[in-house]
Every structure is written in structure tokens, then in C-alpha cells.
């Protein structure tokens, strides 16, 4: 296994490519672009035996990728912000039709006003459109969830799409380190995509009918089951590439640290856990007794893996890059209801909207606001 | 049933139309020409609606329907993935004028320049059927529908009819026709021409709408040949770019017959029939003279 300095969006390609998708629709947008440019290289020299389409909107690239899943075949897409927007119509169209599309959001903000930055209004924006949604921290883990994505998604008790979201510029543009795993190695672990239904003439179905009143419901219902399902599908898929490959991200949903015997937690999702880490570090040798929970899927929400991670804590901290105007943020929101019946003081601190940095003085002081007896707020 | 035209029903009967829908007798027989070996994409519009009532559903080939404006990009989808699992099907992709005019216009522009190798029809019923008989770019001058009313003011929509099928052949669209339900065996073979030629080929077929119109549901055959005879629908194909004549009208009925058979002209003054009739002329001394001339589209 090479061991390369990379950026994370050529290593996203790289990942996508040992994957195998045959059909990739894609139109540009930054800070998603060099994800997409990369993967023209790979066909256009013969390294990728795949079907790019320029399409001339967002709202084509997802419709072209539900077109080509249905007709079978393994997809890729990646987007950004407004073009993720132009995406929405499409999003549930393709969950709802329980076609296993992956694409990768490089996250931007949303305008106006417009910024090329990172935040995560767009991906958050769209999390209730019955996508799974993998939030990643370094380079190695968004190779790594890539691969596991697809198996995820395409597992017969899931179908269902997946957004792969990592923080543009701050992830997207970034060189680290990474191991690329090898074609025999992915080959053994995600099998050759088999589509459960698919256009074909010889079974003719009909796909994306009209539901009426009486069976809408039930439509949903079966869709969220499978949401659910996916908690343990995500998990076992993880554990599974763990052993394979080495490499674990606590349990696939949430990983912990330094919880051991903290007091109080920090929670966010996505490049600001990095930051976070060295403050716990840093806080650690102060004698404080703080930890870290990053999370890693957004959807399906890994409620009871909260509440047991956080059953020994007197305070949690959650970071919103997002904000739902007029309430608070979104993640926020998710946890608090998640925590409802614990006797955890939590509270909320809106920071890094349209690209401001979130350094490690903002979340030290957002770490110790519950021990001070301090309210959340904005990181400005 | 049509002497000469394959048995098969793909577009199977107990769908939801209206009795004498024009689009439902466009799709029975564009299924026929295209055969068991097709995949069908549909945009949102009155054929879907009333062809898919889950668990119901009319449709006898693949079917897939997605959203009113994406059916071009959909099909791109399939097409390229059927080129890497090495698999050729006709693609079907069937959407209304609104579909096509207007709102999935840029998806269809696009597809189209690309190059993928499918067929659209647009089935064209001069307006938003299946939301109530609104206005689209396809709809006649004139028209009363219920976003253009005919008012004591504005009598009904301002503005003369999207030019499509050349703005389609200026694309460099291999094979570009017009079509219309009263004319069946023709519609028939230009479906299987625009399939056969590789490439995205585009045909627009001509059908009333029964309550859009305001005519009798016996009537709608009937109308739609007063429009290929009034010159209000010529029909035509452009293939590698050079336009051809396929129903030469040589004595044309006056527009009037046709306006006067639908309630949706109902308000109509003698001027306003005049200005209409003049358009027509004009169109068809136009038509002719590519025709004659040989213009290329492309
Ligand atoms: C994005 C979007 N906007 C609006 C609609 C509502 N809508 C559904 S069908 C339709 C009209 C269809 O008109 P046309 O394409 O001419 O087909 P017809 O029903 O006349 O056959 C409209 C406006 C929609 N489904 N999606
Ligand atoms: S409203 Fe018009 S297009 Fe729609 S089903 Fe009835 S006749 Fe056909
Ligand atoms: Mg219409």
C-alpha cells in the first residue's frame, strides 16, 4: 500500500476509481472542481474505464446519475453549494426511487452573499431528502468512506444514496499523507456492483410512479426503515474495512476521544475536529477532563451511540458550521432531542460560516463555556 | 387498430386519459413503432400521471419518470451506461410541450449537444395540460387558457409559437420531424426513422386535448387534420439538415375552420383570424422556400 502525499480531492478521485463507477456526470463548481478533474484525467488516459458526462446543470449531472444507476450501472457525482442547491429537486427523486447513487459534497457556502468557502449550510441544507450523509475529518478518511459509501449504499437492506461530505478548501485543497489502498484489496471488499432492479427489456418495470394518498406513506415508511437499517449496515461495513485495511473511525458512526473520563465534550463534524483534538490535547495536560466526539454520520443519526457516549458527561459542546435562521444550528437541534431525557447541560456555538477559520482559541472557549457556566453563541 | 401496424399494444389500455386524448393515441402508437427493445423515459405531464397510478401501471416496455424538466438528461444517464455494459436499446424519451419548450429546454439543448443516441418526442398539446390548461411556449396565438385568459383587455396569449423543431435541426440534430395524430402511418414511420438514425432525433407530434381545447372527445382526430390541412400543423422532417415536405397541402382550408372548432378561439375577431391566417401563409411560403431552396440548418 503506497503511501503518497496527496490533496484530498485527487485522493477522493483515487478512492472513486478503485470503486469502479462506470457512469460519472459532472459540472464544475468550486471548490468541488479539482475532484471531478482529476477523474477526466484517469479516463482521458485510459487509468479509468468510465463514461464521463458534461452536462450543462447540476440539476442534469443528478438527473443523468439516476439515469444511469437505474439502468444499472455503478455512479459518481460531486458537487458544491449552489450546485448541490440546483441538485435539490433530484435528491429525493433518487431516494425515493432507492437507486444507490454516490457523490461527493465539497462543502461550500450558500449565497448570498456568495463565498467559495467552506461551511456546511449546503450538505445540512439537504440532509432530510433521504440521503445518507458521511461527514469525513482527513484525507485517509474520505479515501477510506468512499469505498465503504458504496458498499453502504448498494447493501439490499439499504438502497439508498449517499453524500460523501468533505469541508472544501479546508479538506478539498489540502496535501497530507494518505494511503491508497490497492485495486485487489477494494476488489475483495466492495463486490462488482448488481443492481436489485434496473431498466431492462426483458423485465420491463415501471419506475417512478405516481402514489396516491393511500400508499405515499408507506413509500416513506419504508424508506426510513432503511435509514435506519443503514446505523447497523454503516457500522458493520466499517468494522469490516477495519480489519481488511487497518483503519477505524470509532465505530463508523461517531468516534470518540478521549471520553474515557471526561467531563465535558466537544461535538462538530467534518476539518474542525482536527483543530479540536489538539485543544482537548492541550487541555488534557492542563488537567482538564474533556473529550471529543466527532461524528461521522448526520444520516441516519446514531442517537443511542450518543446517549452512550455521553452518559458519564456533565456538559456537551456542540459546533454548528450551519445555522437553521431564525432557531439554531441544525446539529445542535439533532442533539439536543437526542439528549432529551439525560440531564446533560448542553449548548451551542455557531462558528466558520462562508470560510471564517475556527481556530483552536474559539473552541477552547467554547469547550470550557459549560464548566464556566457560559452561554453558547457565535465564534466570530 | 391501424391496417399494417404491428398488433403489440406496449402502451396498454386502462390508463387514466380523457376519452378522445390525443397524447394517449400519440404514445399507443409510438410504442408500436418502437417495439419491445426500448427503454421509455417520461417527464412529468398528463401521460405520466394517468399511465402510472401505483400500483397500476400502462406501461408494457421500461419506464422510468423522474421530474417534469430532466427526461434529456435522464436518458444521457442511460444511454452512456448502456454503452459500458455494451447493451443498445432504443431510448424513448417522451415529455409535453411544457416539458419541452420551456422548462426542460436547457436539458434538452444540452443533450442534444452532446450527441447522445435517443429520440425525443414531445407530444405537444399547445399548453400545461395536467396543471389546468396554462400557458407554455407551444401555445397558439391567441389561445385562452387559464394563465392567458381571454379578458375584456389581452384576449388570451399575446405571443406567436416557439419555433422548436428548427431550433432543434439548428442543434445539428440528425433527424427532426412533425408529426400528428391524424396522420398515423406517418407518425409511425417518422418514430421509426428517428430511432433507427443514430444520434438525439427529435419529433413533435401534434395532438389535442380534449377539455384544453374545448371539443367534443369524438372530435380530436378530426381537429388535429384541419390542422394539417389548414397549414396550422405542416408536417415535415429535416434530415441532415435539409428540410422535406412530407404532406404537401396544396389547397389549404382556411384557418378559420380550424379555430372555429375549438372554444379556446371562441373570442376570437374577424382581425384576429386574418392576422393568424397571414402568419400561416407566411410560415408555409417560408417552409417551401427552405424546402425548395435546399437550405441547410446546419
Ligand atoms: C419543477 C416543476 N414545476 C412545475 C411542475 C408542475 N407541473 C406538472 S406537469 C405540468 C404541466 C405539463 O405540461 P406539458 O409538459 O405540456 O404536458 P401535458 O400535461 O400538457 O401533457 C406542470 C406545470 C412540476 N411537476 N415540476
Ligand atoms: S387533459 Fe388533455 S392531455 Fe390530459 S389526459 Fe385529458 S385530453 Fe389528454
Ligand atoms: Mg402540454
Redesign the pocket.
Known sequence: MPEIVVEASRAMALGVKLCKPKVIPMYPITPQTHIVEALAEMINNGELQAEMIHVESEHSACSALLGAQAAGVRTFSATSSQGLALMYEILPIISGNRMPCVMAVANRALSAPISIWNDHSDAVSARDQGWIQLWVESTQEAIDTTIQLYKICEDHSVLLPGMLCLDGFTLSHVYERAIVPEQEQVDAFLPEYKPYIKLDPEKPITMGPIAFPNSFMEFKKMQHEAMLQALKVIKNVHDEFAKQFGRAYGDGLLELYRMEDAEYALMGMGTLVGTARVVVDKLREEGQKVGLIKLRSLRPFPKGELINATKNLQGLTVIDRHISLGYEGPLFSDVRSALFESDIRINNFIAGLGGRDITQKHLRKALLSLKERREGGWLL | MIRGLPEEEFFASGHR??A?????IAMRHITKAAGRNTIVVQATG?MEV?STPYPETAWRLPYIHGAFENTAAIASGIERALKTLGKKYNILVLGGDGATFDIGFGALSGAIERGHNFLYVCND?GAY??TGIQRSGATPKYAHTTTSPAGRVIPGKLEWKKPLPFIIASHRAPYVATASISEIPDLYSKIKKGLEIEGPCYVQVFSP????WGIDSAKSVEVARLAVETRICPLYEIEGGILKITKDIKEPKPVEEYLKAQARFKHLSETQIKEIQAFVDGEWTRIKELEEKKCRFY
Open positions: 386519459a380523457c378522445g386524448c390525443g397524447a394517449a398528463c394517468v398539446n395540460m395536467n386535448c380534449v377539455p384544453g
